[in-house]
């Protein structure tokens, strides 16, 4: 998928400008960004839904506008309209039936994964199992592309495992998906790049493994004898070090490593490192000026 100044203004509104991002077959690519930065207006415009103001987009190789290519897209609508007294399940199948490419029992193996219920009418679905409903019309025919606008909002996190694990499944198969959210943590279990979008512009595209090396991580060593503070203080990347006796708690911008090393020297009888909170790093994006982050040949 491939996009070169792609924009889209609604009369004088600014939805996206000038979008210029590569995503390559096999990724799984987040696409964050707070409500109204421009996510489902690029969704919209990559599945040709609406066109654009200028610039040019590529799905599979093809022009957007290539009716052939919608066969080969699973697509996740941010705002599902399901209505009506026909249950869930024959839905299902009729999209099926109509588009073709779908496995038997492909149905009920999703459903069962997602503990959809497909025998409820479509008008009486809760907002958990009509987002399941969505997810399964996007995955059963499985698609070489997938496009997911919010996947995960309204499941329980049990479900979300699942749905992230059917999304490694489909990178396995060599297929390629992109997910929005406004969540960085929804994502970044299993995306491996991020783009970030504010105010309708990409303002970074990030490496999930790089943002996890620069992640700050808070850590606490104890060890069996006091320690003296000048051992670690001034250790590069290490700050707010704190020793009380024989502990000692500190953070860390990125490699873990000049501490380690440090500590090292002494008896480590325990240690306590938190998950790298990669929302830290990503919260500065938004409080950042607009562009300064932007970075070429996304
Ligand atoms: N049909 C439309 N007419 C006019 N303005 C629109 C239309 N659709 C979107 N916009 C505007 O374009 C901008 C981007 O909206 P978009 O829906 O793409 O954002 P988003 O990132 O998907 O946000 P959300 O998470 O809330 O869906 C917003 O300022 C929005 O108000």
Do not use: W
């Not at 919608?70 to 309209?81: D, F, K, S, W």
């Not at 960085?184 to 970030?196: S, T």
């Not at 790298?276 to 500065?284: G, H």
């Amino acid at each position: 998928m491939e996009t070169e100044g792609l924009t889209k203004f609604y009369g004088t509104r600014r939805g996206l400008e000038d979008l210029t991002l590569e995503i390559r077959q096999g990724e799984v690519f987040g696409y964050l960004g707070p409500n109204g930065a421009g996510k489902t207006t690029t969704i919209r415009l990559l599945l040709d839904v609406i066109r654009p103001t200028s610039g040019r987009a590529t799905v599979l190789g093809a022009d957007t506008r290539d009716p052939r290519v919608r066969a080969r897209i699973g697509y996740l609508p941010g705002e599902l309209a399901l209505e009506g007294r026909e249950r869930a399940r024959d839905y299902l199948q009729f999209l099926a039936d109509v588009r073709g490419g779908v496995s038997r029992g492909r149905i009920d193996e999703l459903a069962e994964r997602l503990d959809a219920d497909l025998s409820i009418r479509m008008g009486e679905l809760s907002k958990g199992n009509k987002q399941k409903v969505g997810l399964i019309q996007a995955f059963m025919h499985e698609p070489e592309l997938l496009i997911l606008d919010e996947p995960t909002s309204g499941l329980d996190p049990l479900v979300q495992q699942e749905f992230l694990a059917m999304v490694r499944e489909a990178r396995t198969a060599g297929h390629t998906i992109l997910m929005s959210s406004h969540v960085l943590a929804e994502v970044e279990h299993v995306a491996d790049r991020v783009g970030i979008v504010r105010a309708g512009r990409l303002v970074a595209v990030e490496d999930i493994a790089a943002l996890r090396e620069r992640a700050v991580r808070h850590v606490e060593l104890h060890f069996d004898a006091p320690v003296p503070k000048e051992s670690f203080e001034g250790l590069p990347g290490v700050r707010d070090v704190v020793v009380r006796g024989a502990s000692l708690r500190c953070t860390i911008d990125g490699r873990p490593d000049a501490l380690i090393k440090a500590a090292a020297r002494y008896t480590v009888v325990h240690m306590v490192s938190a998950e790298p909170d990669l929302e830290e790093i990503f919260l500065t994006y938004y409080s950042e000026e607009e562009g300064r982050h932007a970075h070429a040949g996304a």
